[in-house]
């Protein structure tokens, strides 16, 4: 398998809180995967050291090959929308673009295709301040995408996106998927990325609980992937 | 580097915090060099240190903005998360680091030049419609303005690297404002011959202002390129301390 993401016996700890414990998995390129759990059970803090912004407790998580930080053009490589504030509220949607186009040597048409393509060209010459969290979404995957990367990791993207924009998001991750290019996208809510990935990954309290296809993981007729997802991931003592 | 210098540079060009900090920074010099000159007696400003105290408003008024500028700047990276995509695209945090002292000691510079100038178009007429002639050659003058853009410059570099350390900007600017405005005065009360050392020592230095303005009576300050250098230490200091720490730090 020609894994495009690694992560190898991670483990993270804050306090006394175990965030990740031990986790071992492997991204394979090429396709989508579903990186699934309940609140809490791990999902951000592992893409979060994956894209080199969270140090390891111990274990590693490699790109291609290498640590995130050693990755010579990330923004060519890798995009990552996260779930979390990255925006200058007294900043334009268009200048903000700017900025990191120029940081990632990417030209300046990139910027406008990019706005066009998440529909906000015409919201592009107002502040972030008045954006909704949709549009802050957008904005973000906008970001992710200047350098055109060939992974793409999203942590949690349909958040305050509406249906009309969820389903513009399925269809856009099939397509880059069919272009060769993979995906990890999280989700505490299985059924907003049931229908596209073609791989899950099921996180329970900072462990993988499953691993595998969607269809060889709904092995009995009756049961749907959601009955699994339920089961692995009930609350239960340790 | 360049591209990341560029794209900081462009980050401080795309928010209102830098023409906002600019024009108060003009206004305010030119409302001290003006009420300093109106208000005093003739005899005062005529001497070299009243001289000194005029002209040198611009340079400070500006230095302590873009002091609070480069805080504000690099600390509300973590406030607002635009260090997300900023490291995200380029992870070595020592560069960015640099990047962001670089493009904050520019921005300093350009209000130092701005103060400056607003300072001395404001002063002089003033000066001269009290019949005030300065007592300083104009050697002295020159550097007092050049001072002064170096020493708004210099804020910005140590701003920078300030907020780049301590990541929280109300944090950050409250204690830059408690060593600057509480500390220094009380230690350089305490300490003889403190006021070499001190920010506030080598503000007055730097800007060319008056000795008596760094606290201690009589002169005890360094030149000002000695005091530039200094300064420039304290701020890689702390640059190098921030990244240092930032490397086994959590974004
Ligand atoms: N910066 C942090 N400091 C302390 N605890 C944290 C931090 N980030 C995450 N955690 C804790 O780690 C656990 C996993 O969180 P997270 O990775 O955000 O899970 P998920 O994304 O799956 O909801 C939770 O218990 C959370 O409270
Ligand atoms: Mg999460």
């Known amino acids: 398998m020609d894994a ?8 993270k700890r804050f306090g006394r809180t175990v965030a990740v414990d031990g986790l071992s998995f492997a991204v394979p390129r090429g396709s989508i995967v579903g990186f699934l759990g309940p609140n809490g059970s791990g999902k951000t803090t592992t893409l979060r050291t994956v894209l080199g912004l969270t140090v390891p407790t111990a274990g590693r998580a490699m790109v291609e090959g290498r640590p995130y930080a050693a990755l010579p053009e990330p923004a060519r490589v890798i995009g990552a929308v996260l779930d979390a504030a990255q925006f200058h509220p007294g900043r334009t949607g268009r200048d903000h673009l700017r900025v990191f186009a120029k940081a990632a040597g990417v030209s300046r048409s990139r910027v406008d295709v990019l706005l066009r393509l998440v529909g906000l060209d015409e919201a592009a010459g107002r502040r972030v301040r008045g954006y909704s969290l949709g549009m802050r979404q957008r904005l973000s995957l906008a970001t992710a995408l200047l350098g055109d990367p060939r992974i793409l990791i999203l942590d949690e993207p349909a958040n305050g996106l509406d249906p009309q924009g969820i389903r513009w998001l399925r269809d856009f991750l099939r397509d880059r998927r069919d272009e060769g290019r993979t995906v990890l996208v999280s989700s505490h809510v299985l059924s907003e990325v049931a229908q596209v990935v073609d791989e899950v990954l099921v996180l329970h309290r900072g462990r993988l609980v499953a691993q595998g296809r969607v269809e060889e993981l709904t092995a009995h007729p009756r049961q749907t992937l959601e009955d699994v997802f339920l089961d692995l991931t009930r609350e239960t003592s340790r | 580097m360049s591209r990341l210098i560029a794209a900081e540079l462009l980050k401080l060009r795309t928010t209102r915090v830098v023409p906002g900090l600019l024009v108060a920074s003009v206004a305010l010099s030119v409302l001290m060099a003006a009420l300093i000159v109106l208000l005093s007696s003739t005899s005062d400003i005529g001497g070299g240190t009243g001289g000194r105290l005029v ?13 609070l500028l480069g805080i504000v700047t690099t600390a509300g990276e973590y406030r607002h998360g635009t260090i997300l995509p900023t490291l995200l695209t380029n992870p070595d945090r020592l560069r960015v680091t640099v990047a962001q002292i670089v493009a904050n000691t520019l921005a300093g510079a350009v209000l130092g030049l701005a103060s400056v100038v607003g300072t001395a178009a404001v002063s002089f007429p003033l000066l001269a419609s009290r019949d005030v002639a300065v007592a300083l050659s104009a050697a002295q003058v020159t550097g007092i303005f050049v001072g002064g853009v170096c020493f708004a410059a210099l804020s910005g570099t140590l701003g920078a690297a ?15 404002l408690l060593v600057l405005f509480v500390v220094e005065p009380l230690v350089t009360s305490l300490v003889d011959g403190y006021q070499r050392y001190s920010l506030t020592g080598l503000r007055v230095a730097i800007s060319g202002g008056a000795a008596e303005s760094a606290g201690a009576a009589s002169g005890g300050l360094p030149p000002a390129w000695l005091a530039a250098l200094l300064w420039t230490g304290y701020a890689l200091a702390l640059a190098v301390a921030a990244a240092a720490v ?6």
Do not use: M, W
Not at chain 2, 246 to 251: A, L
């Open chain 2, 246 to 251: 930032g490397r086994r730090r959590d974004i």
């Open chain 2, 162 to 176: 300030f907020g780049g350390l301590i990541r929280n900007q109300v944090v950050a600017v409250s204690a830059a």
């Open chain 2, 55 to 67: 002209l040198s408003s611009g340079g400070i008024v500006a230095g302590i903005l873009a002091l």
């Open chain 1, 4 to 11: 495009v993401i690694e992560v190898d016996s991670l483990t």
